[in-house]
């Protein structure tokens, strides 16, 4: 299935909230921010919050797309490390029904194109949780590599667990290296 990634309208709440409930099996686990209930209102709040972060520079969260019939998906973003040698990072998620399509692989590869269209990027982070395989699955498939294992640096509602660690290079990405092609 062919993505496109576009930001969040007030039009697409409705839909974000429903995707949101319907995956709360395979989100709460791992989004400390999905809950039962949640509501359009809570959805616009948060694309107001991601506009003014796009508008910033600090950030680029986006909704997940069907180039076929515009159905959401999901969603994706990259944020932009603000101090030195602070990493720039990935984040995404799918809704339940859409999932192990490749829809997040292709977020994923279409963000951090973008982000290696900075030339001061070189980098790009995604963390997960060390037990969320589906997530550490697409880190590999877009060619990311585990850097390291670390307890603490997520937190989810049961506490701070053990994250994985993955980068992408942008040298993968500049010289086409086959983890990276789509």
Same mark, same amino acid.
């Given at each position: 299935m062919e993505i496109y990634l576009r930001p969040m *309208?007030? %039009? +697409?709440a409705a839909d974000y909230a429903a995707a949101i409930?319907? &995956?709360l099996s &395979?989100?709460?686990?791992?989004m400390s921010w999905a809950h039962e209930n949640y509501q359009p209102d809570e959805a616009i709040e948060w694309f107001r919050l991601i506009d003014r972060q796009r508008e910033q520079g600090e950030a680029n969260e986006m909704g997940i797309f069907? =180039? &076929?019939d515009h159905r959401f998906l999901g969603a994706a973003g990259i944020r932009y490390g603000q101090t030195p040698g602070e990493h720039c990072a990935i984040g995404y998620w799918v809704r339940q029904k859409e999932q192990r399509k490749g829809i997040a692989r292709q977020a994923v590869m279409q963000l951090a194109r973008e982000g290696f269209r900075r030339p001061e990027i070189n980098v790009i982070e995604? $963390?997960?949780a060390e037990a969320n395989a589906?997530?550490?699955?697409?880190?590999i498939s877009c060619g990311a590599q585990l850097i390291a294992l670390r307890y603490g *640096?997520? =937190? $989810? +509602?049961?506490?701070?667990? %053990?994250a994985a660690i993955y980068h992408l290079q942008r040298e993968d990405f500049i010289t086409g290296h086959p983890a990276v092609t789509l």
């Open positions: *309208l007030a %039009t +697409d409930n319907e &995956s &395979s989100l709460k686990p791992w069907a =180039v &076929s995604i $963390l997960a589906p997530s550490r699955a697409v880190a *640096l997520i =937190v $989810l +509602d049961s506490g701070p667990v %053990t």
